[in-house]
């Protein structure tokens, strides 16, 4: 009986690999991806690969880790556009945003307007402030200017992603509550002289009440006493001086964020300037 089984199984399996041709394998079932657009798009050309490889994935940890689009567009020119409908359109209309209110924040820079632009949309409107985009900005627009684009989208996603953590506690960082700015590479040395000016200065002064015979500052102390008799004296007045301070102006802006209307019909906030 078994011999006869054998048969008919090797029958069927010639006649079934007989249907496929010769050199053909079995499909394998691969699971799609999930069709997020890239999060880092550089038309521009400004980063290497593996500067682009190492951004892109940072962009995407963040993104995930925190349900926030967190994206980065460079481009060579935009043909005359708007630096803000330009980077709000592409938002829109890229399929960008996480969450039910589509939260994300782009970065646009062009390279032939030397542009840039910070659109923000759904929670990430709140989450980035007027006020703590300017902060931002002024982290990294320096190695934007230089050249330095690589350090200048690093420190733009860092600082992402800190500030959607603080957004989290309930008290995104604006006016009055902004982070503390990194000192300067010349804090270091400029603290140095500085205590060592007043090192010398100490010790001299210290040197100098050692001295058991100096000038004195003043003419009454080389003068006997009793060897003066004032027989009149008088009070002239010579000069009086004003002191005035400025009345603080009252500032009527409190912080938060402002926000526009794209073609699309979306929310968006953002800023923007040249570098």
């Known amino acids: 009986m078994k011999k006869k089984i054998i048969p008919l199984f090797l029958a069927a399996a010639v006649s079934v690999s007989g249907l496929l041709p010769i050199g053909?394998?079995?499909?394998?079932?691969?699971?799609?991806?999930?069709?997020?657009p890239a999060r880092l798009v550089d038309n521009a050309g400004l980063l290497d690969e593996d500067e682009a490889l190492e951004l892109e994935s940072k962009l995407d940890e963040i993104s995930q880790e925190y349900d926030?689009?967190?994206?980065?567009?460079?481009?060579?020119?935009?043909?005359?556009?708007?630096?803000?409908?330009?980077?709000?359109?592409?938002?829109?209309y890229e399929g960008y945003g996480m969450g039910e209110d589509n939260s994300g924040i782009l970065f646009l820079i062009?390279?032939?307007?030397?542009?840039?632009?910070?659109?923000?949309?759904?929670?990430?409107?709140?989450?980035?402030?007027?006020?703590?985009?300017?902060?931002?900005v002024e982290q990294f627009q320096s190695d934007l200017s230089d050249g330095y684009y690589y350090d200048s989208f690093t420190t733009f996603a860092d600082l992402c992603q800190e500030f959607i953590v603080q957004a989290q506690t309930?008290?995104?960082f604006d006016k009055g509550n902004l982070p503390e700015?990194?000192?300067?590479?010349?804090?270091?040395?400029?603290?140095?002289?500085?205590?060592?000016?007043?090192?010398l200065?100490?010790?001299?002064i210290m040197r100098g009440q050692m001295k058991t015979v100096?000038?004195?500052?003043?003419?009454?102390?080389?003068?006997?006493?009793?060897?003066?008799?004032?027989?009149?004296?008088n009070d002239?007045?010579?000069?009086?001086?004003?002191?005035?301070?400025?009345?603080?102006?009252?500032?009527?802006?409190?912080?938060?964020?402002?926000?526009?209307?794209?073609?699309?019909?979306?929310?968006?906030?953002?800023s923007g300037g040249s570098f």
Request: one cysteine or more.
């Open 214 to 233: 100096r000038m004195k500052p003043d003419a009454a102390d080389y003068m006997v006493n009793g060897s003066l008799q004032i027989t009149r004296s």
């Open 170 to 172: 309930g008290e995104p």
């Open 236 to 270: 002239v007045f010579l000069y009086h001086q004003v002191t005035k301070t400025a009345k603080p102006k009252d500032d009527d802006s409190g912080g938060g964020s402002s926000v526009h209307t794209s073609s699309s019909g979306e929310t968006h906030g953002g």
């Open 201 to 204: 200065i100490i010790t001299g």
């Open 24 to 36: 053909a394998v079995q499909p394998v079932t691969v699971l799609a991806e999930s069709g997020h």
């Open 110 to 136: 062009t390279m032939s307007e030397r542009k840039w632009w910070i659109s923000t949309h759904g929670e990430a409107i709140y989450d980035f402030t007027d006020a703590g985009q300017e902060y931002m």
């Open 181 to 199: 700015k990194p000192l300067s590479p010349w804090a270091l040395p400029i603290s140095i002289g500085i205590g060592l000016v007043i090192a």
């Open 68 to 92: 926030c689009d967190v994206v980065i567009l460079t481009e060579e020119t935009i043909n005359g556009a708007e630096p803000m409908d330009y980077a709000d359109d592409y938002f829109d």
